[in-house]
T-cell receptor, first 113, second 117 residues
Framework: EAAVTQSPRNKVAVTGGKVTLSCNQT?????MYWYRQDTGHGLRLIHY???????EKGDIPDGYKASRPSQENFSLILELATPSQTSVYFC????????????FGPGTRLTVL | AQKVTQTQTSISVMEKTTVTMDCVYE???????LFWYKQTASGEIVFLIR??????ENATVGHYSLNFQKPKSSIGLIITATQIEDSAVYFC??????????????FGSGTQLTVMP
């Protein structure tokens, strides 16, 4: 079954440290997305990609970078983590040209101390 | 800009009854797509059902159906014969095209559904 997986599932980082969240999809989808979910804000888009080598800024990109080295993999990078980036991060994939459904990974809970 | 609004923060119903969750949206597009997602207590987010704006028929998948009222910019999710395992947070979402061939979803804030035995 096609799937979106994320690693790690839980991460504790220190302020100022570098954090990399990884996402892999076997859906063969062109589009991939990174969201964060916070109480009171719902799901907010950080970065997205429409194919290998591309990354685009979403609604809240400040403090984050993204990397899409292949169709299957999409990473979110926090170069200098801050406590305000403590959140749950979701990766999703979607088919180019489709109606718009996205399929989500299980999420990564990140705590920045 | 497109916007999706869910005004019901939480709903409680008895098992085996029918529940409707509300969602209104704003868009300037003549053709658009609307979605409902379910987030379980474990955090898993699952796609449930989609409505294409150009279709007059309300979408139905299993015990999920939609009440699409285009003149009111409203897309309600109806769950019939609710089960305990339907307890979750339900998100309404709309597709927003950001560039050719690429799009994002605009999500509402979610409605917490509790199904009681």
């Amino acid at each position: 079954e096609a799937a979106v997986t994320q690693s790690p599932r839980n991460k504790v980082a220190v302020t100022g440290g570098k954090v990399t969240l990884s996402c892999n999809q076997t859906n063969n989808h062109n589009n991939m997305y990174w969201y964060r979910q916070d109480t009171g804000h719902g799901l907010r888009l950080i970065h997205y990609s429409y194919g290998a080598g591309s990354t685009e800024k979403g609604d809240i990109p400040d403090g984050y970078k993204a990397s899409r080295p292949s169709q299957e993999n999409f990473s979110l990078i926090l170069e200098l983590a801050t406590p305000s980036q403590t959140s749950v991060y979701f990766c999703a994939s979607g088919h180019w040209g489709g109606a718009g459904e996205q399929y989500f990974g299980p999420g990564t809970r990140l705590t920045v101390l | 800009a497109q916007k999706v609004t869910q005004t019901q923060t939480s709903i409680s119903v008895m098992e085996k009854t029918t529940v409707t969750m509300d969602c209104v949206y704003e868009t300037q597009d003549s053709s658009y797509f609307l979605f409902w997602y379910k987030q379980t207590a474990s955090g898993e987010i699952v796609f449930l059902i989609r409505q294409d704006s150009y279709k007059k028929e309300n979408a139905t998948v299993g015990h999920y159906s939609l009440n699409f009222q285009k003149p009111k910019s409203s897309i309600g999710l109806i769950i019939t014969a609710t089960q305990i395992e339907d307890s979750a947070v339900y998100f309404c979402a709309m597709r927003e095209v950001v560039s050719s061939g690429s799009w994002q979803l605009i999500f509402g804030s979610g409605t917490q559904l509790t199904v009681m035995p």
